[in-house]
């Protein structure tokens, strides 16, 4: 028997109802802020990747699927969506567009990582990009927008935690002043940890490590560094998240996994599904697009992982009713009857209702079970006596009751079950 390859998961049918839930949502509040969809190639060249996600990251350095193609091309499956549209929106001229140039997505990425509850090799994500608006309203607009989303899908028990990570200007004293803290600290350290040291100082921040976290503890914050620009740049933030009503925690342990993020940077937590508590994790990375080649456009944008929103909204008891029923089954016996089934099934879907019959030639009492596993509201049994005198009983399945019903008559049909 072949299995699936670790780190992967099924989606069944009668779990897809939650999902469709969340990305009806997603679209939803996108379309209310005004962001558009793109899609694009689940895998790219990988040198995307290296420069835009960052060769110092974890993601690039332990987590890409990286393959050759037959061409002997470097290719990975996206580990993260936004690399993959900032190279869209500099090749199809979009960098021109009127801005801000809005866009949302709903895609598969892929992790070579450790599987566990909220953590797998394939994972579904919903994100947004905001670009070129460099304002803090823009910040607050985004996160915004994901909030309104928690809102609107019932997670209640969330956290926002902000943070600013400077940018080029301020970042090196800052990343100076932890690397000093960090060389005195280094024993205890993750081996990980250790060579982060070297390259870059701030994912020790990031570390999941109990000891590594212990440490960053007392380890130097970013706003102590941070220039005037980006200071200014903190409080107008908080000033607009104000504004909108949204309560946030200023955390200077975000740092985010990613290396293009500049500035903002903010997280929202759950405390109700353990270890992997992160459901959106999202910033500003002004430095992108320009780091792969295109023009210097300023870029905001977060993702959320959906299974963690699913594990969360199953937590707190959220998720919603699922609803699997059918309106009609009409159950036959013989040929002619399956046949007269078939016509009296299609006009009942034309009219835009849940309608099956029998296709596998089955005993009236096998037929009568299959009618109840599907949840059908109703059901007409038809057979010779039926199709003779073209009469024959609608069974409301709840409350037992039977109406004798013309079966030529389709729209007093769709009367009685619609
Ligand atoms: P983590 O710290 O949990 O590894 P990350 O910083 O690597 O997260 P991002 O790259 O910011 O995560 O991705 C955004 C969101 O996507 C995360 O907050 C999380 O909800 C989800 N996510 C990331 N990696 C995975 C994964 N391997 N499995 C499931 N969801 C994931
Ligand atoms: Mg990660």
Redesign the pocket.
């Known amino acids: 028997m072949i299995q699936k390859p670790k780190g992967t998961f099924d989606i069944l049918p009668e779990e897809i109802p939650y999902w469709q839930f969340i990305e009806q949502k997603a679209r939803k509040v996108s379309r209310r802020f005004g962001f558009r969809e793109i899609r694009t190639p689940v895998f790219e060249a990988t040198e995307l990747f290296q420069r835009g996600v960052g060769n110092t990251t974890?993601?690039v350095q332990k987590e890409m699927y990286t393959f050759e193609d037959r061409d002997g091309r470097s290719l990975t499956l996206r580990?993260?969506g936004t690399a993959g549209i900032a190279r869209a929106i500099i090749e199809n001229g979009k960098c021109g567009d009127a801005m801000p140039l809005k866009l949302f997505y709903f895609i598969n990425?892929f992790?070579y990582?450790k599987p566990q509850a909220?953590?797998?090799?394939e994972?579904w994500?919903f994100?947004t990009e905001m670009y070129g608006a460099e304002t803090p309203e823009a910040d607050a607009e985004v996160i915004s927008l994901a909030h309104s989303l928690l809102k609107e899908i019932g997670l209640t028990e969330i956290t926002l935690h902000i943070n600013s990570i400077g940018c080029p200007n301020c970042r090196p004293t800052y990343r100076a002043a932890l690397k000093s803290y960090f060389e005195a600290n280094k024993e205890p350290l993750c081996d990980t940890c250790k060579g982060r040291l070297e390259t870059n100082p701030m994912r020790i921040l990031?570390c999941?490590s109990p000891i590594c976290k212990e440490i960053a503890k007392n380890a130097p914050k970013t706003f102590e560094h941070l220039c005037a620009d980006c200071s200014a740049h903190m409080d107008a933030l908080c000033a607009n998240l104000n504004a909108l009503n949204i309560p946030y925690e200023i955390d200077p342990n975000i740092v985010?996994?990613?290396d293009y993020y500049t500035r903002t940077v903010f997280?929202f937590i759950t405390p109700v599904i353990g270890a992997?508590s992160?459901?959106?994790?999202?910033g500003r990375y002004d430095g992108l697009v320009k780091e792969i080649g295109g023009p210097n456009l300023s870029g905001i944008g977060?993702?959320?992982?959906i299974?963690?929103l699913i594990l969360a909204l199953e937590a707190t008891g959220k998720l919603p009713a699922t609803d699997y029923e059918t309106d009609l089954y009409i159950a036959s016996m013989g040929k002619d009857a399956a046949k007269a089934a078939l016509t009296i099934a299609g006009a009942v879907r034309d009219a835009d209702l849940r309608c099956e019959s029998d296709l596998v030639s089955r005993s009236l009492k096998a037929q009568m079970k299959y009618a109840d596993k599907k949840g059908a509201r109703f059901t007409l049994i038809l057979g010779d006596n039926e199709l003779l005198s073209g009469k024959a009983n609608l069974k409301n399945m709840k409350t037992s009751e039977q109406t004798e019903v013309d079966i030529r008559n389709i729209p007093a049909l769709l009367s009685l079950i619609r």
């Open positions: 974890d993601v580990p993260e990425c992790r990582e909220g953590r797998s090799r994972f994500q994100g990031d999941k985010r996994g990613l997280e992997q992160t459901v959106c994790g999202g977060f993702a959320m992982g299974t963690r």
